[in-house]
């Protein structure tokens, strides 16, 4: 029986076994918790729309402005249906793009989930055999 700092009682005998069932218990506790978060984290990004920043209509414009050699701006060659159009066109790319990067990691935070989650139960249930 040890005595230890804030008054606990420790009956069992604690080996390097024991340490190395803790330690990997307390990981992939961490690792759940992480998963879990980002889990939470990522499902709201799915879920709630234009919640990123893209580029105004404005600022896309500047792209095809010319500059002459004095610095001072002509007009673009493109119309302004056609910009508005390729402006219409880079929102949908920005969207689906964001929203596949969401998806893959929303796959990699409920696999760290599913593999702390699992991995913790079973230490878990060691140090209970114990």
């Not at 029986?1 to 076994?17: P, Q, S």
């Not at 939470?40 to 990123?52: C, N, P, Q, S």
């Not at 302004?80 to 159009?85: A, K, L, R, S, V």
């Not at 219409?88 to 893959?104: F, G, K, P, V």
Request: hydrophobic share 40%.
């Amino acid at each position: 029986m040890v005595l230890l700092g804030g008054g606990v009682v420790m009956t069992k005998n604690f080996n390097l076994r024991s340490l190395y069932l803790y330690l990997v218990c307390l990981v992939t506790l961490v690792i759940f918790i992480t998963g879990t978060i980002f889990t939470i984290h990522r499902t709201v990004d799915l879920l709630v729309k234009d919640a990123y920043y893209y580029q105004t209509l404005e600022d896309f414009q500047q792209r095809y402005y010319i500059y002459g050699s004095e610095g001072k701006r002509e007009e673009p060659q493109l119309s302004q249906e056609e910009i508005t159009q390729r402006y219409e066109n880079y929102l949908e790319q920005e969207n689906t793009r964001r929203r596949a990067q969401n998806i893959r990691n929303l796959a990699y935070s409920v696999s760290a989930m599913l593999v702390g989650g699992i991995f913790w139960f079973y230490h878990w249930r060691k140090i209970k055999e114990d």
